[in-house]
């Protein structure tokens, strides 16, 4: 019973290419977020949605747009893929306690590879 | 604008324990000091979360001292299956929206 899941696990693409990475978790939590993990495991968060509300929007290239259908899932969608994109995307929750102190609860990664 | 800094690499010996310190100079009154843990092929993993002196809890204990400008992560009598990275995030999810990882710290564990 996985509370975060991403699908898929891995992604093998060409450049150009455009493809989507789903997320969903079932904690009941209010926020989301996608996190990029380069080769040297660097985490660095992209984007974060409370209650399907963009409310971290780091400096990412607009080729990234999260998307939002309800608050227990935020896809990633990847248009125009570049070699640069590859790397492991983590999707994660946390529940708004409204204290600031709120535990991330990680999703298992997406390793894309784009050739 | 706030920075994390941590070792990049450690190593300790099984029966051990091992500090790890984070160095966070900005951090903001309202930021929180959590540490994650991160195995090959997983996603980081929750272990502890402090705002200021010690919290414990059953893996870890946390360090902070008056000024908050570091931390230190203290496990206590490490094990073999503790070689992982352990990140630092200072962070703010109720005011300026703001989470500061930092680099990860390899720890390896020596039989």
């Known amino acids: 019973d996985t509370a975060v899941s991403q699908t898929p696990k891995y992604l093998v693409t060409q450049m150009g290419n455009d493809k989507s990475i789903k997320c969903e978790q079932n904690?009941?939590?209010?926020?989301m977020y996608w996190y990029k993990q380069d080769s040297k495991k660097f985490l660095k968060i992209m984007f974060s949605?409370?209650?399907?509300?963009?409310?971290i929007n780091e400096t990412v290239p607009n080729r990234f747009s999260p998307k939002s259908p309800d608050k227990a899932h935020l896809n990633l969608h990847i248009n125009s893929l570049e070699l640069g994109d590859s790397a492991v995307y983590f999707c994660?929750?946390?529940?708004?306690?409204?204290?600031?102190?709120?535990?991330?609860?990680f999703g298992p990664g997406t390793r894309l590879l784009v050739l | 604008l706030a920075k994390t800094t941590q070792p990049i690499s450690m190593d300790s010996y099984e029966g051990q324990e091992v500090n790890i310190t984070c160095s966070h100079n900005?951090?903001?009154?309202?930021?929180?000091i959590t540490w994650y843990q991160q195995f090959p092929s997983q996603g980081p993993r929750f272990i502890i979360q402090?705002?200021?002196?010690?919290v414990t809890n059953e893996v870890a204990s946390l360090f902070i001292p008056a000024d908050r400008k570091s931390s230190t992560l203290s496990l206590p009598r490490v094990s073999l299956s503790d070689t992982a990275v352990y990140y630092c995030?200072?962070?703010?999810?109720?005011?300026?929206?703001?989470?500061?990882w930092g680099a990860g710290t390899k720890l390896i564990i020596k039989p």
């Open positions: 949605y409370n209650n399907k509300e963009l409310i």
């Open positions: 995030l200072v962070g703010d999810m109720e005011g300026n929206y703001q989470l500061i």
């Open positions: 904690l009941g939590h209010d926020t």
């Open positions: 402090g705002y200021k002196t010690k």
């Open positions: 994660a929750s946390s529940q708004d306690g409204g204290t600031g102190d709120e535990t991330q609860y």
């Open positions: 900005n951090i903001a009154t309202n930021d929180y």
